[in-house]
């Protein structure tokens, strides 16, 4: 049966907001019925029956998912979960970098359990960033460049289904 479903993600720069409209537009073509919104224009979950929150990773922190499940989590822990983060760390050459994102977005949505998780690489374009986040960049030394997977994002979205048993 289609389930109502809501991507819900935050974004600074666009590119995690791509992500959520192309899992969106995934799901959307199974049959379900998708909603795709900032976390930040969401005011309340009472007509789906899933949530898939997505969020970048800046300077270690899953952006804005602690407080959407603070606002939310009465509903949340009534509904299916499942969530994404996105960010550099799956380019780069460090394993525990991408475990450590997911640990962060893993307390970040506590006390809840995603049914799902998984952390996308995202994008970073020379172009978007702020004086000081170039700095950053530089002193870091972080890959720069589109590195997100359409093919793994679709098909993550086609498995997070069959896991919610939607
Ligand atoms: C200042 C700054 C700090 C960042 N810190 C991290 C980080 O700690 N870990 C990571 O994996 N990616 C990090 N990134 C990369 C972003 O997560 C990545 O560019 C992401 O795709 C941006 O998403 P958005 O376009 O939705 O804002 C950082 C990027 C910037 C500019």
Redesign the pocket.
Known sequence: MPARILVA???????????ARAIGNELQSAGHSVDVAGMKEITSLDEYDAVIIG???????V?DVKKFVDKHQDALSTLRLAAFT?????A?DDPK??TD?LDTLHAALEPLQPLAST?F????GPG??SF??KK??KM?K?PEGD??DWDAIAAWAREVAVKMGI
């Open positions: 993600y935050s974004t600074r720069k666009g590119s995690t907001a791509e992500i969020a970048p990773v800046y300077k270690g922190k952006v996105a960010g550099i760390a799956p780069s970098a991408v994102c952390m690489a995202g994008k970073l978007k960033l000081f986040e950053i960049w870091v972080g590195f997100r």
